[in-house]
């Protein structure tokens, strides 16, 4: 390996290299992903509080933090939270002292109400094979005693949670303390301790062999959750009476007591309340909304004389009169699944699970649009000036930006996309394809050889229409009115994008594939884009956006780039905390993603795409590239391979083309380089590392383009 430094000038051969670098000395504000403050919502599976402090568990996004009841929220930042780990439990105790799952660190504490966090769970179970904690259903602080349950057993801390010794086999799910009794739903049923846990009785007679999934006391009463029933016990647990019975697919998913009244939520039924000690139950669902026509409710807290409802994708409801109204309470927690994206001048439309919001400051703010779409979600969105659609149960659409919406039409079809093409638009829905020329009034099926499949996306090449579909490609070559069969049998196609003459169809874990002939040839282009642990197949492939000839790919595994029509492709996910991608679109100059459960963020254009000096290049060589470190303070190391002998210069410009540094020049062979770039006085920002042949006069994009950055 031959190896330079600026202070030498030896340089490359005849092929062509472009690393795309940022350099960061001092901390800049462009240089990465940056997560916009919306849509709000998410999938919350844990609450805690003490006082006015509130603490939610999400799905895969970490934890959340309140010091007012759950008005506003703030994301947890802390290394020891790992948001794409899991779910993690969380539960608190009294005394400002915070304790929190992570299944990859374990048991954590924090003892100033969750601004700092260490790992205590010396002593509890992990996985053989990941190394991950086995995650705890059942928490309790007893006295200066923890308890903690998980499916290998019953666990106590003595010294705060430093350490931990396992006291039973029984899979301890929730506890209660009544007196000097500390109760357990475990896999025997009820069990009930006199010792702190150190020995533990069954306490069933009534619940018929059943085993609890959670456990609440109020009062001297204790009440139990059987799957979709409710059982009660005013003696202690000696017997048990059932006082609710569920519908045999429900599933009561947490339990709480605040004040007199008792708390159930449920998959599908919502909230249940009791005021009279369990005697009878009514539901309290008003203002909670919908999923798939349910209220589905996962996880229950108490905030003074607040009860907040964690919900299935749609963020935290907060009741303070008894779940007589429930109102959303979700600023700050932007942890929504967003499905969709599109853009009309400054105004960006989201599709998430709670429904569409729109943002008209890039991202700054989102306001929620109010569809009565009976809890379905939303696959969908569309701008089409004057006019926008979401696709739902049925479509919507708004005639005045997003302030008001009206059914569009399909009302009885799940609409998975839409399109306008010319003067007509498509719909893609669970019983095919409709075609509507008059905005959405009037609809027709265009489904003569769809049968059982489902369409994913439109786009248009030239005169013909092509249409994703889950076994293969569809096309039409007269506006939409009849569709043929075309290619890719086989992959379950996801999306597509043309540029020019140029097809690019995602599928699902088959990568990327390409099309130079309206579909009826295809090759494989995935160069770049890497295999998932399994190392057989490629991340599910959701989302395309172009400008002019660089098209940006959205899947599984994040953002990737490509500038010279998908010979290769090049990772573009600085500081993206989460890298599913759902949906892609550009506008004013920066690309947005919408993440599973994270929001959506912005990166701006000139970050990840050359310069138009960089990029009007020929066909690339084929050159693997790397920089590191990555990102760096003031110096980089770039490695490559050259694939030939030959003269060459190496120099560096800035995102407007312009001449920074020139490294080398001169003769070079074949096979493996590095070369190092001292930048201690240039500006933050991000470059390109250029590689020319003088002989030729050619510029070629190289295999890679490595982005690299300050932290």
Not at 27 to 54: D, L, R, Y
Not at 603 to 616: F, G, N, Q, T, W
Request: proline share 4%; glycine share 12%; aromatic share 10%.
């Amino acid at each position: 390996m031959t190896t330079f430094s600026n202070s030498h000038h030896r340089v490359p051969l005849s092929f062509g290299l472009i690393l795309a670098i940022t350099l960061a000395i001092i901390p800049s504000a462009h240089a990465q992903w940056v997560k916009t403050n919306g849509p709000t919502g998410g999938i919350i599976e844990a609450i805690g509080a003490f006082g006015s402090n509130v603490f939610l568990g999400t799905y895969d996004d970490g934890l959340f933090r309140s010091t007012d009841s759950g008005v506003t929220w703030v994301q947890v930042e802390s290394s020891l939270i790992s948001p794409n780990e899991g779910a993690a439990v969380f539960r608190v105790s009294q005394d400002s002292i915070v304790f929190a799952f992570d299944s990859r660190n374990g048991l954590l504490r924090s003892l100033d109400g969750g601004k700092s966090w260490m790992p205590i769970g010396s002593g509890l179970p992990k996985f053989t094979l990941s190394g991950n904690y086995y995650p705890l259903v059942g928490f309790s602080v007893l006295g200066s005693n923890l308890l903690a349950g998980c499916v290998k057993g019953i666990f106590r801390s003595t010294d705060s949670g430093t350490t931990w010794v396992k006291l039973s086999t029984l899979i301890g799910r929730s506890f209660v303390i009544l007196g000097s009794a500390l109760y357990s739903a475990s896999d025997s049923g009820v069990s009930v301790s006199m010792d702190s846990g150190a020995t533990w009785n069954t306490a069933n007679a009534g619940l018929g062999g059943k085993r609890p999934s959670h456990l609440v006391g109020s009062g001297s009463t204790l009440f139990a959750a059987v799957g979709a029933d409710i059982f009660r016990s005013e003696d202690k647990g000696v017997t048990w009476d059932s006082v609710f019975g569920g519908p045999q697919n429900e599933t009561i998913e947490d339990m709480v007591v605040a004040g007199t009244s008792v708390y159930a939520s449920a998959s599908y039924a919502g909230i249940l309340r009791s005021s009279d000690s369990g005697t009878t139950w009514i539901t309290a669902n008003s203002g909670l909304p919908y999923t798939y026509g349910y209220h589905s409710v996962l996880s229950l807290g108490v905030s003074g004389t607040k009860v907040l409802a964690g919900t299935s994708g749609q963020g935290v409801f907060v009741t303070a009169n008894f779940g007589s109204t429930w109102l959303p309470s979700n600023t700050g927690l932007t942890n929504s699944i967003v499905r969709a994206l599109t853009a009309s001048g400054s105004t960006l439309l989201a599709g998430t699970d709670a429904g569409v919001s729109i943002s008209r400051d890039n991202g700054m703010n989102w306001s929620d649009a109010r569809i009565d779409s009976g809890g379905f979600l939303m696959y969908c969105v569309l701008a089409k000036e004057p006019d926008m659609f979401a696709g739902t149960k049925g479509l919507f659409r708004s005639t005045d930006s997003g302030a008001t919406w009206m059914s569009a039409g399909l009302t009885n079809e799940l609409v998975y996309s839409v399109a306008s093409i010319g003067g007509y638009l498509l719909a893609s829905t669970d019983s095919g394809i409709f075609r509507s020329t008059d905005s959405g009034m009037d609809w027709t099926s265009m489904n003569a050889v769809l049968d059982s499949n489902t369409i994913g996306s439109f786009v248009v090449s030239g005169t013909n229409v092509f249409a994703s579909a889950t076994y293969g490609i569809f096309l039409s070559r007269d506006s939409g009115r009849s569709w043929n069969f075309v290619s890719l049998l086989g992959p379950s196609v996801t999306t597509l994008i043309a540029d020019g003459t140029n097809l690019f169809a995602g599928t699902y874990n088959k990568g990327i594939y390409l099309s130079k002939d309206s579909g009826t040839n295809w090759v494989d282009s995935n160069n770049g884009i890497p295999l998932l642990s399994t190392g057989t197949s490629f991340p599910s492939i959701n989302a395309f956006a172009r400008i002019d000839s660089d098209i940006f790919v959205g899947t599984d595994s994040g953002v990737f780039l490509s500038t010279n029509d998908g010979v290769n492709w090049t990772g573009v996910n600085e500081s993206l905390a989460n890298i599913t991608i759902f949906s892609l679109v550009i506008n004013n100059g920066s690309l947005y993603a919408g993440t599973i459960n994270n929001g959506v963020w912005r990166r701006p254009l000139s970050e990840m795409i050359p310069p138009a000096a960089v990029k009007d290049a020929p066909s690339p060589a084929q050159v693997s590239a790397q920089a590191y470190p990555n990102p760096f303070p003031t110096t980089t190391t770039f490695e490559f391979t050259a694939p030939e002998s030959g003269f060459a210069r190496v120099w560096v410009v800035n995102v407007l083309g312009q001449p920074i540094a020139q490294l080398f020049e001169g003769e070079l062979g074949a096979g493996e380089h590095s070369f190092a770039w001292d930048a201690t006085n240039v500006p933050a920002g991000t470059y390109f590392c250029l590689i020319q042949t003088p002989a030729s006069g050619r510029q070629e994009r190289g295999r890679q383009v490595v982005s690299v950055r300050h932290e």
